[in-house]
């Protein structure tokens, strides 16, 4: 066989064109270096830079051209435009003084494993599509099970299986289709979505997305550690199931985005199942920390119960966006409720069932190869050392929470969950607002905020790849100087953008 | 600023643990340049392997461990077991004999793009949480709107606007529930989905998930050469209005999965408007084919009608999937439709509209910074070459067809639609069945079905990185000297897998 390039009955092949073969081997040697230095050069620079930018809308997009160029560049002048335009307008969420959001860390093995898949090209969407891709797939989650301590249900084996989407959104979507479409036979009454008032924004997304209308989903009180309160729950059920409602989707929460608050899965579940509900565990961010036996109860507790269980390796556990693990008990009331195959993706192992094809399990029908970076950071890292990044995690976060408990001018407003914590300036929302500001215009920090109980907060989420005990010491040292100096914080939006360069 | 991983104050940070810090800069120099050499090296072997791999159901599984393991391993380790389980149960996508599906390619600038995005880390669901990721989105974007010679409207600056999804089904379903949302306001009666017969699966799935019943999507007649007929759409969408149903979304298709067939999305657009529904135009192969003037007109054309229209530079443009290119005619339409922005993710540019935050116009909260392999592969390999690509590609494979064509056990059954042709035995399903199952199992050639006029075809896509026309020559003298050696086909599917390694 040829080499690819090489001629034929003396007849060249047109392409290459102007800018060299499109894969070529040395080029990509001599260039992957190049980046792979880059990047551990970004890496090593990242404790000097302030973790937000300050560029105003449309700032970026003013400094590139109007236009893609007709012939090639090189290399260096990609990179040299990355590092002058690009570089600088980043918030830099592998800064060690990131705490704001969830934590979307990456990790060397991570990277690795995200370039492998890139550089295999390859298309999992069918079992036959690469068959090592869906099994790798299949085992690497089915490991993660093992570590955070998931019941059998959710292993492959049986009617049940695990893998990887994008995100907990797109994982919720799939298993709420699935669930309305269970719910359709069991009558014409309209069918009825639950999930706590501090359950993530995807609950009310994915509803919107599937149909539902807002009528149609329930918000259910929470207690005040922010839990969703199973009593509320029954009685919002049972009033719809008298109402000829259909109870169709209940959301429980293990870790809710504002602070950490885990709802009471067992006691959810058992009300799910007396009603005939599916039962979705949200778990994205708070869910890996279960390989931490010590942490397991709270976590894992009423996953027995569940339709579903997701969680996100994408968040603290070193593997880079994307990588949601979504486990369910019914592989076949997924498959049913997306399955769409057209003549043209048919095989023979597909329809005699030998197989499971994911694209069946997803909204889209292509999959990136994503298992490798899964399996890359569980191999390289190895279960112990996770454990023991969340378990410094937590540590750390508490050590932090007593020095701001200690200060009188701040407030805890919810004590840690895992490495969760929120606080405020006890002068009111306002005095807080503009440290947060200030705070975050400093460089060395980035916080977000977040509303509990009514108030404006402070959030502090610990779990950057970089991030150091160091790092959390620093950033209150920084936090209350800044309280202490006080100021003023000037307002930002002002002209039209989006993105205004567009002419 | 200290170091990462640096003591403050004699106490020392208890990471690192057993595996060294997750991302140490001299560690990931050295491993980097191992895995871009494994990359290096598998591409220049792909000519000297088997397309698809022989691997039985849970054949890959069963030499995979049953756990994860405690304490790390090697890069060395991980790449052997790549090298002996992973590779050989792989489908070479990148392989210069692979013709089915649709080309999913790859290329250096393109895998050095998702290693740069991996590498940096950031996360760019919002504007703020990177500024830079969302205008190079939006400026990388509107390169490749001009260079298809798409109109104005799908730009930023005005109401319009342009984004990278994970794939044109995830775009469709965006696209399907704006539309749901507008029609929504315009009465009570059923919304109706209208795609023609021949339209992508996509269609069905984005609509089950969206909520409508099958009865709400009408798949529409084609002409002999595969096309929507548009005088069929018009009946239909005029007996659903007088039936008081609302004509919601119609999908016009620029070339067909099967047959790469180009619907008259002029005509369908005026019906379309006609009727107050939304046109998406379904362009995902296609559509990149118009970066040549020459072949632009019968793609582009109409799309001054459409509400949204999708491509993808991860088919044949050598950007990796995934890279999704959708424009909208309304941001606001798509925003209105999937915007559930909770406090916490609020922010004051996000609130004043002098931003857009992507997360709003798509499924998924987070976004992956993809904006950098389209721009790196847009710069790096440059206009005119990727226009070389394409018209290789059609000229190959015509040349390709006449090969069949004077060749009289065969017949075309459908002539090529820029780089796809189908064809098949005159002799009948069976036989032609027979043949793809051989040479398939050859080794240098991949080839998938679809099914033409009833008829059962070998369907051929050019558009692999690697393939040259002496790839195609080489495929055609397989195919000639199998059709005429003959040969039975064993069977396959048998036991029960899902992947039986799973205890």
Chains 1, 2 share one sequence.
Not at 173 to 186: G, K, P
Not at 373 to 388: C, P, T, Y
Request: proline content about 7%; hydrophobic content about 45%; aromatic content about 8%.
């Amino acid at each position: 066989m040829r080499e690819p390039g090489e001629e034929k009955d003396g007849e060249p092949d047109r392409w290459p064109g102007a800018g060299g073969l499109p894969f070529d081997p040395e080029a990509f040697r001599r260039e992957g270096r190049v980046v792979i230095d880059w990047i551990a050069d970004y890496w090593a620079s990242l404790p000097g830079r302030p973790v937000l930018s300050d560029v105003e809308p449309g700032e970026v997009a003013a400094r590139l051209p109007a236009a893609a160029p007709e012939t090639p560049e090189s290399l260096a002048a990609v990179l040299g435009d990355l590092d002058r335009i690009i570089v600088p307008g980043l918030t830099h969420w592998q800064h060690p003084g990131f705490f704001a959001y969830f934590p979307a860390n990456a990790s060397g093995p991570s990277i690795l494993g995200e370039l492998l898949s890139a550089g295999l090209g390859i298309q999992g969407m069918l079992w036959t599509t690469s068959p090592a891709a869906s099994e790798l797939e299949g085992v690497v989650v089915d490991w993660l099970r093992q570590l955070l301590g998931l019941p059998d249900r959710f292993r492959l084996g049986g009617d049940g299986g695990g893998m990887i989407q994008d995100s907990a959104s797109s994982g919720l979507l799939c298993c709420l289709v699935a669930a309305r479409e269970r719910a359709a036979a069991d009558g014409t009454g309209q069918r009825i979505v639950y999930a706590s008032a501090d359950a993530h924004s995807s609950v009310v997304k994915g509803a919107k997305i599937a149909g539902f209308p807002a009528a149609a989903i329930r918000r259910i009180e929470t207690d005040s550690a922010g839990r969703l309160r199973p009593d509320c729950l029954e009685a919002a059920i049972r009033d719809d199931s008298a109402a000829g409602q259909i109870p169709c989707f209940v959301v429980a929460t293990v870790g809710t985005t504002a602070r950490g608050a885990i709802d009471p899965v067992p006691a959810i579940g058992a009300i799910a199942r007396r009603y005939g509900a599916w039962l979705h565990v949200d778990a994205a961010w708070a869910g890996t920390a279960a390989i931490c036996p010590e942490l397991r109860p709270r976590i894992v507790d009423g996953a027995e119960l569940a339709d579903s269980w997701g969680t996100n390796p994408h968040k603290s556990m070193l593997v880079n966006f994307d990588c949601h693990c979504l486990w369910i008990a019914s592989r076949h009331a997924l498959a049913s409720a997306l399955t769409t195959k057209p003549d043209y993706l048919s095989t023979a192992v597909g329809d005699a069932g030998v197989v499971v094809d994911y694209s069946d399990w997803q909204v889209p029908l292509g999959r990136r190869f994503r298992a490798l970076k899964l399996w890359m950071v569980l191999r390289m890292i190895g279960a112990e050392s996770l454990r023991q990044r969340v378990r410094d995690h937590v540590a750390w976060t508490s050590e932090f929470t007593d020095l701001v408990a200690a200060d009188p001018a701040f407030e805890i407003l919810s004590s840690p969950s895992l490495a969760l914590v929120t606080f405020a300036l006890r002068e009111g929302d306002a005095a807080t607002a503009g440290l947060l500001a200030r705070v975050n215009r400093a460089g060395p920090v980035f916080f977000s905020h977040a509303r509990v109980g009514g108030r404006l907060a402070i959030r502090m989420a610990v779990g950057g790849t970089l991030t150091g005990r160091a790092d959390l010491l620093d950033a209150w040292e920084l936090i209350s100087a800044m309280s202490r100096a006080g100021g003023n914080e000037p307002g930002r939006p002002e002209g039209p953008s989006p993105f205004s360069r567009f002419p």
